[in-house]
């Protein structure tokens, strides 16, 4: 018979997101997630597959987090100033002491960058397009802006973003607002 996990998976899961997200994937062992996580190798390769199982169902618990951020920002109705707040919005977390971790998915897409891993390939690519669907409807709200520009200002927000997250790791909160203001001036 089987025995009954003595652990709620989302809770390990959870704990395994935030070393995931603080080290990378490359550089979590799977002794630091034994030890974060409370349960040993057999339970995580039980509930999970292995490492990379357990590194899945991580990205997935973090886009259930920034849901609720991804929900405000789609029922916006202020065009570019949604945007804006949702920069602000996406970063809002980081500076409490100690949490500086960047944006879980911008720092998986850049450590996957020269992978052939199709699985979070798929993974990064399902949140970036929605993350740009999101930024093109929200610009689509001036009329004056056509088509080409529009596309033009969601390729720059987009990487204005990845580079906002990856800030978000080492600068400080007053040099992270002065990025978002300036990225948004000439819009």
């Known amino acids: 018979m089987a025995r009954k996990k003595q652990y709620n998976e989302d809770d390990v899961v959870e704990k395994a997101m935030n070393l995931f997200w603080k080290n990378g994937?490359?550089?979590?062992s799977m002794q630091m997630l034994e030890k974060e996580m409370g349960i040993n190798k057999f339970s995580i390769y039980s509930s999970f597959g292995n490492k990379h199982g357990l590194f899945l169902e991580s990205l997935k618990q973090y886009k259930l987090k920034v849901s609720a951020t991804l929900l405000k920002f789609k029922n916006g109705?202020?065009?570019?100033?949604?945007?804006?707040?949702f920069f602000y919005d996406s970063i809002s977390s980081n500076f409490?002491?100690?949490n500086q971790k960047g944006c879980f998915v911008t720092n998986t897409?850049?450590?996957f960058s020269d992978h052939e891993d199709q699985l979070i390939k798929e993974q990064m690519d399902s949140f970036m397009d929605n993350l740009k669907s999101i930024i093109i409807e929200k610009?689509?709200?001036?009329?004056s802006k056509d088509k080409a520009t529009i596309m033009k200002q969601a390729n720059y927000l987009l990487l204005a973003k990845h580079g906002l997250a990856a800030a978000a790791r080492v600068n400080?909160?007053?040099?992270?607002e002065d990025y978002i203001e300036m990225t948004f001036k000439n819009l």
């Not at 994937?25 to 979590?28: Q, R």
């Not at 400080?172 to 992270?176: A, D, G, L, Q």
């Open 77 to 85: 109705t202020n065009g570019v100033e949604d945007i804006k707040q």
């Open 172 to 176: 400080t909160t007053e040099e992270i």
């Open 109 to 111: 897409y850049n450590e």
């Open 96 to 98: 409490k002491l100690g």
């Open 139 to 143: 610009l689509k709200m001036d009329p």
């Open 25 to 28: 994937y490359e550089a979590t």
